[in-house]
């Protein structure tokens, strides 16, 4: 499946911005789907994930009650919406996917899409 990860920009503290996928190749809704990210300097970190049907989600406690994830099987495509984002929260966004449930660790995805910018300024 390729992954093509977009929405991203620049965004001042407090503001919201929705990050979308799109999937292609393979039948999407075979794929649980994450969010991650990586920071200037920093490791990719988990930011949330979705079950194949988009019915259970999981969040990092960092965006939690701020960052919802959704997908559109219909659609082929994977959201993040994000609120009351904060310069914490700037970073690439990736998409990812893997065959099978949620996991929150990012080797055990084996399809990425080229990530996205989000850039929080305060």
């Known amino acids: 499946v390729q992954l093509q990860a977009s929405g991203g920009g620049l965004v001042q503290a407090g503001g919201s911005l929705k990050l979308s996928c799109e999937a292609s190749g393979r039948t999407f809704s075979n794929y649980a789907m994450g969010w991650f990210r990586q920071a200037p300097g920093k490791e990719r970190t988990f930011v949330a994930t979705c079950s194949r049907g988009g019915v259970g989600t999981y969040y990092a406690d960092s965006v939690k009650g701020r960052f919802t994830i959704s997908r559109d099987n219909a659609k082929n495509t994977l959201y993040l919406q994000m609120n009351s984002l904060t310069s914490e929260d700037t970073a690439v966004y990736y998409c990812?996917?893997?065959?099978?449930?949620?996991?929150?660790?990012?080797?055990?995805?084996?399809?990425w899409g080229r990530g996205t910018l989000v850039t929080v300024s305060s």
């Open positions: 990812a996917a893997r065959l099978g449930d949620m996991n929150v660790l990012h080797t055990a995805y084996a399809y």
